[in-house]
Each structure stands twice: as C-alpha cells, then as structure tokens.
C-alpha cells in the first residue's frame, strides 16, 4: 500500500524549522511502518517560510518580476526542505529525493521524498503525479488549514468548512490559474489532474498528528474529501 502526501512547507517550515513537528512526525511514520512493513510512504515537500520570504524579496528587488523566475525561486525552496525531511527519515529512506515526478524508479526503501519539479505549478501537482505513478488511492494534503473553506474565512465572515465536495465544486472554488506562491487548499493544476484521473483528494492540518494517525488507520477524520 502506497500513501502519498502532500506535505505543506508551511507545516515543515513555517518561517524556520519546526523541529518538534519533524521528530514527531518520523516517531508516526515509523510507528506506521513498524505495525505493517509492507507500507509505503512518498512525502512531497512543500516550499513553505522560505519560499515565501525569498519569492517577495525577488518581487521586491524587481519591479517586473517573471513569474517563472519566481517559481524557481520557490521550487529550489522544497527542495532545501525535502532534502531535510529525507535526511530525518535516516534509514528509512534510502533514495534520493526526487524531481522528476514523471521519472522515478521503483520504490525500494519504506519512504520517498520528493520536491518541486518545474514551474507553473506546486508540490501538490507533483504529489498527484506521484499517486498515479505509484497507483495510490488518495493523496493526503496537509496543510496549515484544517478544512476547505466555502471562502477565505481571514476575509468572509460568511465562509463555511465543508467535509466532502466534488472535484467539479471545488475547482469552481480554487480556478484554474496558477499564480506562483498563491494560497489555495489545493493547487488548480493539480486539481484539474486530480478530476482527471478519478484521484481523492484529503486536505487536513499537518499539525494536528492524532487526526493524521486517524487519516492513516482508516478512521474518522477532521478534514475535506475532494473527489
Ligand atoms: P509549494 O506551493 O508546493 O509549497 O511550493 P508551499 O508554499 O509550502 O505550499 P503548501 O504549504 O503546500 O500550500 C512553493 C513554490 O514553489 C514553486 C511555486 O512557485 C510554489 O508556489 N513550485 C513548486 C513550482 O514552480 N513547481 C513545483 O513543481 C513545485
């Protein structure tokens, strides 16, 4: 069994590392690993904080900022993180992190890590690529919000969570644009893919790990199903 997720930078490194979150999410995945060794887990990793911070300095710096440069900006961001988060996996993960989500070979460790590829799209679109890859069932989204919002309830005093919706609903929520650095609960591209491909999609928060140790034991849930 392949699990796929998609692991926002904003939970791995908000501004700088969350340590404590990182020891306590190798602590879960081994724990999963130890109880059935079968298992298999790829991480997507997410550019987060410095993805961020390093885009807006570059958009700062240059009044006719290119979108793409900004994408490489951010792309090289997920890989610093998900080359940390490989390295804290120890020998748990035993292949380099991939960037080509198209290229990858078979999976011979417990654990792959993998970062951003190329721009025009987020870690979210490779985590899709990878699911379909590797035929996994869903792709776990974790983020820093713990539901999909009818609207962005910062500024929608009238936004409400949704715990299941359809591929076509939500793509009229998120669009079909990819804007470099934009924050959606999932990323258009991947979406329109995700529909594509009859892929399900749990967006949860990253930081609340008993709902994840739910996620993964098959259990209930606080989060939203997009299918
Ligand atoms: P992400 O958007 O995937 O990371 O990549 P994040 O900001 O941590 O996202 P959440 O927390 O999962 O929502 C950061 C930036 O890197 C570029 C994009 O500009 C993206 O916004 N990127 C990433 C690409 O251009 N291509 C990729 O394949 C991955």
């Given amino acids: 069994m392949v699990t796929v997720i998609s692991l926002g930078g904003s939970i791995v490194a908000p501004d700088g590392v969350d340590v404590q979150f990182l020891k306590d999410f190798v602590l879960l995945i081994r724990s999963f690993l130890e109880a059935d060794s079968n298992r298999r887990f790829i991480f997507v990793v997410g550019g987060g904080g410095p993805a961020r911070r390093w885009i807006n300095a570059y958009r700062e710096i240059n009044a006719q900022s290119k979108d793409?440069?900004?994408?490489?900006?951010g792309i090289m961001a997920?890989?610093?993180?998900?080359?940390?988060v490989k390295a804290a996996m120890g020998e748990l993960c035993t292949q380099?992190?991939?960037?080509?989500?198209?290229?990858?070979?078979?999976?011979?460790?417990?654990?792959?890590?993998a970062a951003g590829w190329k721009p025009g799209f987020s870690t979210d679109y490779d985590a899709v690529l990878l699911a379909e890859r590797f035929q996994a069932d869903a792709?776990?989204?974790?983020?820093?919000?713990?539901?999909?919002?009818?609207?962005?309830?910062?500024?929608d005093p009238n936004a409400r969570p949704i715990d299941?919706?359809?591929?076509?609903?939500f793509r009229a929520l998120v669009g079909d644009d990819w804007v470099p650095g934009k924050n959606v609960p999932f990323d258009p591209v991947a979406s329109r893919h995700s529909e594509k491909i009859g892929l399900k999609v749990i967006c949860a928060s990253g930081k609340n790990l008993e709902n994840l140790k739910n996620i993964l034991a098959g259990n209930d849930f606080v989060g939203t199903v997009i299918n």
Avoid: F, M
């Fill in 164 to 169: 299941k919706i359809s591929w076509a609903e």
């Fill in 96 to 113: 380099e992190v991939v960037i080509n989500p198209c290229q990858v070979d078979p999976l011979t460790g417990h654990v792959l890590v």
């Fill in 139 to 155: 792709v776990i989204n974790l983020s820093n919000i713990e539901k999909v919002y009818t609207a962005d309830p910062k500024t």
């Fill in 78 to 84: 997920t890989r610093l993180n998900a080359q940390l």
């Fill in 68 to 73: 793409e440069e900004a994408d490489w900006i």
